[in-house]
């Protein structure tokens, strides 16, 4: 039979609230990590990421934390707009050396309620 | 700069018959990578490919292939299609010199149906 497709968690927030999208990673070893903006019908964008020898990076009203004790990241999207609505993941780089494979979360669908 | 190329962008074919998607990286990438996304399992990687290589593997049949050409264009081939490689089929450029990972960007993926 068909398969059950993921269920994509859900955060609804107000149009120019600050938003807080999370993301729990599974190897320790990783050390690379990037966010991605998916919108309906496209391609995933980047939107910021941050190797393990930080713990905090801004870009334009985004900053993702790091918190490598509990393999916890989260993305922080200031004032948020209409526009942000989408789906985010995070995804990880868990392989050393040359190598751009990346593990990718189930992905988080941001509503913003106008 | 332009950004990651697809082709074709829809595809539809039918069990057992075989499909060739092309890659065009961003200008001066040399790894491509190619992922699946399905309702179903999410965004799986497939494999990476950086100087005509293979670098990479995911766990995937053997009825997926990829290659990758002097110009840093890729492909990635799945042959004896089934219902279940219904999918967005997403290529990803990156810099890929050696030493660590870096920015990853996506093109606007193929949708391809197995009917």
């Known amino acids: 039979g068909e398969s059950v497709g993921l269920h994509l968690p859900t955060l609804s927030v107000q149009e120019g609230d600050n938003s807080i999208i999370n993301c729990a990673y599974s190897?320790?070893?990783?050390?690379?990590f990037i966010w991605y903006k998916q919108e309906s019908g496209k391609g995933p964008q980047f939107i910021i990421d941050?190797?393990?020898?930080?713990d905090k990076r801004q870009g334009q009203r985004v900053t993702v934390l790091l918190n490598k004790t509990v393999k916890h990241l989260s993305l922080q999207i200031a004032a948020t707009q209409p526009g942000d609505s989408a789906v985010y993941f995070c995804?990880?780089?868990?392989?050393?050396?040359?190598?751009?494979?990346?593990?990718f979360g189930t992905g988080t669908l941001l509503a913003v309620q106008p | 700069k332009a950004g990651v190329t697809q082709t074709p962008r829809y595809l539809i074919k039918t069990r057992g018959q075989q499909v060739t998607l092309s890659c065009s990286p961003i200008s001066g990438h040399r790894s491509v990578s190619w992922y699946q996304q399905t309702p179903g399992q999410g965004l799986q990687f497939l494999f990476e490919y950086f100087s005509e290589t293979q670098r990479n593997k995911g766990n995937f049949p053997g009825r997926f292939s990829g290659r990758q050409f002097s110009n840093s264009r890729s492909e990635m081939n799945v042959s004896t299609l089934e219902l279940g490689d219904s999918a967005l089929y997403l290529c990803a450029s990156s810099l890929g010199e050696t030493g660590e990972a870096t920015e990853a960007f996506f093109g606007q993926g193929t949708r391809l149906t197995v009917v």
């Open positions: 995804a990880e780089s868990s392989e050393s050396g040359a190598t751009n494979k990346l593990i």
């Open positions: 190897n320790s070893a990783s050390d690379y």
């Open positions: 941050i190797r393990s020898n930080m």
